[in-house]
């Protein structure tokens, strides 16, 4: 059965990514799928987290917000328990596909601001700063800044609702959905974190199957998506 907006549950929501969006960062875009819209920045520093130094290696670090008004009530400003959760994880996520031998002593900060939130900010932000790491890497190391990024790497979420698993839920879904879980996933298919949660029930093993078999589907789509936006940047060969 179609869906509340008429998608079909295999459907992402139209995804748009405009790289370039801040004139003062070396990396960044502009990420709307569907009603959520964020701004990703990525900047790097030539210094690196004591744990680091004299060891050759870089980083990478990531910081997660969401403006006042991008939800229906005004969101306090500042960082909580669920934007400390979700910068984590984007760290995590994009710091799979650096090499930070390569990099050398540099760190890449990431900055994700939700502009509007109407569900999926984690995997967006995920996805639209591949784009942007990419992009502040390229300007400051050329075509040397290839042999950095190992592979891509991008997310989306998948939920069951009313008996029937769906891909990318937004929030009338999210707020809904019997099971929600959040992938994310390397452009050639290894796993880098799988959440999920049954909010109002227990899963089985074969949903979860469904379920991941969707995010996958989805995050190949979201992966041609990056190399279309990125053109001959894109730092793998064809």
């Known amino acids: 059965m179609p869906r509340h907006d008429g998608r079909t549950p295999q459907e992402l929501r139209p995804v ?5 969006f801040v004139r003062n960062s070396p990396g960044s875009v502009l990420y709307r799928t569907g009603g959520t819209t964020l701004i990703v920045t990525a900047h790097l520093s030539d210094k690196v987290p004591p744990f680091l130094e004299g060891k050759w290696l870089g980083w990478l670090t990531a910081e997660y917000a969401m403006i006042p008004g991008s939800t229906p009530t005004r969101k306090s400003r500042g960082t909580d328990g669920r934007s400390t959760e979700i910068q984590r994880l984007i760290g995590r996520s994009l710091r ?5 031998r390569a990099l050398g ?19 967006a932000a995920i996805t639209g700063a591949f784009v942007a790491v990419v992009d502040a890497l390229r300007s400051r190391f050329g075509e040397e800044s290839r042999g950095m990024i190992r592979d891509s790497v991008a997310a989306v979420s998948a939920g069951i609702i009313d008996g029937e698993p769906v891909l990318d839920l937004d929030y009338r879904e ?9 992938v994310v996933r ?25 379920l991941l078999d969707l995010a996958d589907l989805g995050i190949d789509n979201l992966n041609r998506i990056q190399r279309e936006t990125l053109g001959q940047d894109w730092p793998f060969p064809a």
């Not at 799979?96 to 930070?100: G, K, P, Q, R, S």
């Not at 002593?105 to 995997?123: K, M, N, Q, S, Y």
Request: proline share 2%; charged share 25%.
């Open 16 to 20: 748009q990514i405009e790289r370039g």
């Open 96 to 100: 799979a596909v650096i090499d930070t």
């Open 105 to 123: 002593p540099w760190t890449i900060h990431v900055d994700a601001e939700v502009l509007e939130a109407d569900g999926g900010t984690r995997t």
């Open 174 to 182: 999210d707020s809904t959905a019997y099971v929600d879980l959040n």
């Open 186 to 210: 390397l452009g050639k298919g290894g796993l880098v974190e799988v959440q999920g949660t049954g909010e109002r029930e227990t899963f089985s093993r074969a949903e979860l199957t469904s």
